[in-house]
């Protein structure tokens, strides 16, 4: 009995590192995939399409400023009011996003794909980065940056996250105004569009195939 109680603690010890493991791996994949559409379609053409990446993109164009050392930063400082204001397991959650996100921005070269047509790049780089975040988001996990807000407000105040977080992108593609014209903002709305509607398109594709 002992022998057999052993082996199942055992079996089950593997299965769960397994679990966790292929979960990691999937999550690698998702956040390179936000990286790729960052590095190779969106800085290439200095378009933010909101959140923490599309402010450093903003100080790439205007500052030169490496994407994704500006992400890091962003994140830890969001890492850091996370861990003052919401529960221990979601920032321990959004720590993981948060580090891995700008070591994959750091090692995915910046290459302009499709350099002869902005419009084309854009709608590329928001349907990968919407499946990107599609994944992240049936993992119950997150790449950090602009998301923690949203949660605080959430918490302290009732308002719905997404309403926070519309907010949030939509100063950030403002800011494509200030940095560059007006195209440059109509192609950020659009992306922000586009990856809403990749993200969902994604999660129904997903749902159907689980039936």
């Given at each position: 009995?002992?022998?057999?109680?052993?082996?199942?603690?055992?079996?089950?010890m593997?299965?769960?590192?397994?679990?966790?493991?292929?979960?990691?791996?999937?999550?690698?994949v998702?956040?390179?995939?936000?990286?790729?559409?960052?590095?190779?379609?969106?800085e290439?053409?200095?378009?933010?399409?909101?959140?923490?990446t599309?402010?450093?993109?903003?100080?790439?164009?205007?500052?030169?400023?490496?994407?994704?050392?500006?992400?890091?930063?962003?994140?830890?400082v969001?890492?850091?009011?996370?861990?003052?204001?919401?529960?221990r397991?979601?920032?321990?959650?959004l720590?993981l996003?948060?580090?891995?996100?700008?070591?994959?921005?750091?090692?995915?070269?910046?290459?302009n794909?499709?350099?002869?047509?902005?419009?084309?790049?854009?709608?590329?780089?928001?349907?990968?980065?919407?499946i990107?975040?599609?994944?992240l988001?049936?993992l119950?996990?997150?790449?950090?940056g602009?998301?923690?807000?949203?949660?605080?407000?959430?918490?302290?105040?009732?308002?719905?996250?997404?309403?926070?977080?519309?907010?949030?992108?939509a100063?950030?593609?403002?800011?494509?105004?200030?940095l560059?014209?007006?195209?440059s903002?109509?192609?950020a709305?659009?992306?922000?569009?586009?990856s809403?509607?990749?993200?969902?398109?994604?999660?129904?594709?997903?749902?159907?195939?689980?039936?």
């Amino acid at each position: 009995m002992l022998q057999k109680y052993i082996h199942d603690i055992v079996i089950s010890m593997k299965n769960k590192k397994q679990r966790l493991s292929s979960k990691l791996l999937i999550m690698l994949v998702a956040l390179e995939l936000i990286a790729v559409s960052l590095n190779m379609f969106f800085e290439p053409h200095s378009i933010a399409a909101g959140g923490a990446t599309g402010i450093a993109i903003l100080l790439q164009a205007g500052w030169k400023i490496p994407t994704f050392i500006s992400v890091l930063v962003i994140n830890i400082v969001m890492l850091v009011l996370a861990y003052l204001h919401l529960d221990r397991q979601t920032t321990i959650k959004l720590a993981l996003g948060s580090f891995l996100l700008p070591l994959m921005l750091f090692i995915t070269p910046v290459i302009n794909l499709i350099p002869n047509n902005r419009v084309i790049s854009i709608i590329v780089g928001s349907i990968i980065f919407g499946i990107g975040l599609a994944i992240l988001y049936a993992l119950n996990m997150s790449s950090g940056g602009t998301t923690v807000p949203p949660m605080i407000i959430h918490k302290n105040f009732g308002i719905e996250k997404y309403i926070s977080l519309f907010i949030i992108d939509a100063l950030v593609c403002l800011g494509n105004l200030a940095l560059g014209d007006l195209i440059s903002f109509s192609l950020a709305v659009m992306s922000v569009g586009i990856s809403s509607l990749s993200i969902k398109g994604f999660t129904f594709f997903r749902k159907r195939i689980a039936q």
